[in-house]
């Protein structure tokens, strides 16, 4: 079955760029997305990139996938201590059945 | 719209005691999804239904029980409470389209002694 990595942990300075980086091994996920967990809260949409894009951009975020390596990053510019979070990728695999996560790195974001 | 809604937030059950965790969603959904968090352990998903009257089993369904009697709710049951699932318990449903993702409920947080 897929599996998601993540490193566990990344701390940036307020103002600096955050890269969160992630791998999976299930090369027919169609879907792949970040989603955003801040404390005691439920998992938030943050960004998705289908699997025939390599970048796709969204104000703050940039998700790059590289797909001969199985790659996925997201990059956050600008970083502020309100995206001090946990962050999970995901891939979805074919017939839209099931997500499946990585362990979630989280972020520290210190003034 | 409400989204996913979930209940209870907190629960804590003793050993061998049982309970539903409640999960709805207002938004038509056919596809809906339990998984548990465990800390540094990522998400896993328990059971997940593909609409009214069908259920499946995930990654981790033993100890757990479902039903599907409605689109709206996708209750969990779990039928003797045991420490290894004290976990934080999250619902969510997916639109025909995947190009949102999942939405999510808040979660249950269980703790089981």
């Known amino acids: 079955g897929e599996d998601v990595e993540q490193s566990l942990f990344l701390s940036v300075r307020e103002g600096d760029s955050s890269v969160i980086n992630c791998t999976y091994t299930d090369s027919s996920s169609t879907y792949l997305y970040w989603y955003k967990q801040e404390p005691g809260a439920g998992l938030q949409l943050l960004t998705y990139?289908?699997?025939?894009?390599d970048m796709k951009q969204d104000q703050r975020l940039t998700v790059l996938l590289n797909k001969k390596d199985k790659h996925l990053s997201l990059r956050i510019a600008d970083t502020q201590t309100g995206d001090s979070a946990i962050y999970f990728c995901?891939?979805?695999?074919?017939?839209?059945?099931?997500?499946?996560f990585g362990t979630g790195t989280r972020l520290l974001v210190s003034p | 719209n409400a989204g996913v809604t979930q209940t209870p937030k907190f629960r804590i059950l003793k050993i061998g005691q049982s309970m539903t965790l409640q999960c709805t969603q207002d938004m038509n959904h056919n596809y809906m999804y339990w998984y548990r968090q465990d800390p540094g352990m990522g998400l896993k998903l328990i059971y997940y239904?593909?609409?009214?009257?069908?259920?499946d089993k995930g990654e981790v369904p033993n100890g757990y029980n479902v039903s599907r009697s409605t689109t709206e709710d996708f209750p969990l049951r779990l039928e003797l409470a045991a420490p290894s699932q004290t976990s934080v318990y999250f619902c969510?449903?997916?639109?025909?389209?995947?190009?949102?993702?999942?939405?999510f409920g808040s979660g249950t947080r269980l703790t089981v002694v």
């Open positions: 990139i289908f699997s025939n894009m």
């Open positions: 995901a891939g979805l695999g074919t017939g839209f059945q099931k997500l499946v």
């Open positions: 969510a449903s997916l639109s025909g389209g995947p190009d949102y993702g999942y939405t």
């Open positions: 239904s593909v609409g009214a009257g069908i259920t």
